[in-house]
T-cell receptor, first 113, second 111 residues
Framework: DTGVSQDPRHKITKRGQNVTFRCDPISEHNRLYWYRQTLGQGPEFLTYFQNEAQLEKSRLLSDRFSAERPKGSFSTLEIQRTEQGDSAMYLC???????????FGSGTRLTVV | GEDVEQSLFLSVREGDSSVINCTYTDSSSTYLYWYKQEPGAGLQLLTYIFSNMDMKQDQRLTVLLNKKDKHLSLRIADTQTGDSAIYFCAESIRGDYKLSFGAGTTVTVRA
């Protein structure tokens, strides 16, 4: 297992376009998280899955954002009608029920122009 | 998160000790974490401490927790150039699934 993988690493999109990011967690981890990190800030929680169930969504996750984890393995994060304020690093992480802390992926850096 | 505060910058000479400080506000925090982020990379878990502990040592890293003052520190002994990075303090609340991060301390190691 190579850790948490995120794809793509970088995405540049025009304002108003839709984008989708993918996260492949560590295979034995049943918890998956999405965070957003802007320049000079720490990561901010967006949403959390336990297996395929999305158990919590932050108020940061507007209705333009949707996350899925259909089979309890990989997850996708879609942003519709992107805005310049969506420019950020989107980090995925996973953990087990008993582990402490997360394993983070390298992130997807989104730039909306 | 606004509940976790850190100083923004630290410059240290190679071979010296680094001390990174963090304050948190939620007394119900159960675990407190230190993460390291190198340029263009995700966050790497360095160490964590349970809220009923005062200290934890792991090789060059020492974590000190003062629950009364809600103060957490990370000491890196014999700081090396590879330690140059951003260090984040984080707390978990209501179980161990959601973390609240500070803004990060940028540590620069000079020769």
């Amino acid at each position: 297992d190579t850790g948490v993988s995120q794809d793509p690493r970088h995405k540049i999109t025009k304002r108003g376009q839709n984008v989708t990011f993918r996260c492949d967690p560590i295979s034995e981890h049943n918890r998956l998280y999405w965070y957003r990190q802007t320049l000079g800030q720490g990561p901010e929680f967006l949403t959390y899955f336990q297996n395929e169930a999305q158990l919590e969504k932050s108020r940061l996750l507007s209705d333009r954002f949707s996350a899925e984890r259909p089979k309890g393995s990989f997850s996708t994060l879609e942003i519709q009608r992107t805005e310049q304020g969506d420019s950020a690093m989107y980090l995925c992480a996973s953990s087990s029920n008993t582990g402490h802390g997360y394993t983070f992926g390298s992130g997807t850096r989104l730039t909306v122009v | 998160g606004e509940d976790v505060e850190q100083s923004l910058f630290l410059s240290v000479r190679e071979g010296d000790s680094s001390v990174i400080n963090c304050t948190y506000t939620d007394s119900s925090s159960t675990y407190l974490y230190w993460y390291k982020q190198e340029p263009g990379a995700g966050l790497q878990l360095l160490t964590y401490i349970f809220s009923n502990m005062d200290m934890k040592q792991d090789q060059r890293l020492t974590v000190l927790l003062n629950k009364k003052d809600k103060h957490l520190s990370l000491r890196i002994a014999d700081t090396q150039t590879g330690d140059s990075a951003i260090y984040f303090c984080a707390e978990s609340i209501r179980g161990d699934y959601k973390l609240s991060f500070g803004a990060g301390t940028t540590v620069t190691v000079r020769a």
